[in-house]
């Protein structure tokens, strides 16, 4: 999938929405309550009054993302990432992230973010990487109660099975290319039907995906103990697709800004700049 097939803006035919009008929007499909206790979503700064009629989505707020909002003349940036995750005592703007809040302020470009919320919520991040890599999404990995749609993760069907070999070649098509790329880890020829995603980093649902008896798991950051001990526990476990942690999550922002949209006459861009910080293979290739 190309990166620019969410790119384009629209627009609705009633007058310009003011931030807090998109604010409403996103906190509808994105409740607050459902974040994580030690999460920190919402508006980070911008005026609530302010008109948005031009709005940049992404997964991080830093220099790259900030700066195409500017060169887009875009009022806000709804971004899945906090940009103050911990506690803060000040912003200096001789700090990466003072200077990224001193540059918005200055230049009238409110900051929104939506983080666990959008991770738990129906539909959510893990939602809408499922719907790019062409699954079927059937009920959450972690669901918030017995029987509830909202929670982490998602449990999904292929249409057809096809060779692990094949899903991790159609993952890799649907995302966004990174110079990590993806990366499976299991028998080529097993079939797969039943999958668990989880956007973001999510190795600490691999005993969840091993419980739900799925035949393969995609997720973000697994790292090396984790996943070499779940492929060697008895029995037959999931098969393991990693991708890097933006390209898990960047489906989400094509999502959000069909929420946007519904909140007026606004134009509304998905950010495509690898934000990933990984940039350079051994090969010497490049993202």
């Known amino acids: 999938m190309s990166a620019t097939a969410a790119d384009s803006g629209t627009a609705t035919a009633s007058g310009p929405p003011a931030v807090a009008d998109i604010v409403a929007a996103l906190d509808t499909a994105y409740p607050r309550e459902l974040a994580e206790s030690w999460d920190a979503v919402g508006l980070v700064c911008g005026d609530p ?24 003349g875009a009022q806000l940036i709804v971004a899945h990432h906090p940009l103050m995750l911990r506690g803060v005592h000040g912003v200096p703007a001789d700090t990466a992230k003072g200077s990224l809040v001193h540059r918005m302020i200055r230049e009238g470009v409110a900051l929104f973010c939506a983080h666990t919320n959008a991770d738990a919520a129906a539909p959510g991040v893990s939602d809408a990487l499922a719907v790019a890599i062409g699954l079927d999404v059937e009920r959450p990995l972690v669901p918030h109660a017995d029987g509830a749609h909202t929670g982490l993760g998602r449990i999904a069907v292929l249409p057809e099975p096809e060779p692990f070999a094949a ?18 880890a299991g028998e080529a020829d097993r079939p797969i039907r039943t999958v668990a995603v989880s956007g973001g980093a999510g190795d600490g649902f691999l005993d969840t995906a091993t419980a739900a008896g799925v035949d393969a798991y995609v997720t973000a950051d697994l790292r090396h103990h984790p996943a070499g001990e779940h492929l060697e526990q008895p029995g037959t476990v999931p098969a393991l697709v990693g991708l890097t942690h933006w390209a898990s999550e960047w489906p989400w922002c094509g999502q959000a800004a069909e929420v946007i949209r519904e909140a007026g006459n606004v134009e509304v861009h998905v950010s495509t700049r690898c934000t990933d910080p990984w940039n350079v293979r051994a090969n010497g290739s490049t993202k």
């Open 49 to 72: 009054a302010e008109r948005a009629d031009r709005v940049l989505v992404c997964v991080d707020p830093v220099a790259a993302t900030v700066e195409e909002a500017l060169d887009l």
């Open 167 to 184: 899903f991790v070649e159609r993952v890799g098509a649907a995302l966004p290319a990174t110079a990590p790329g993806v990366h499976g």
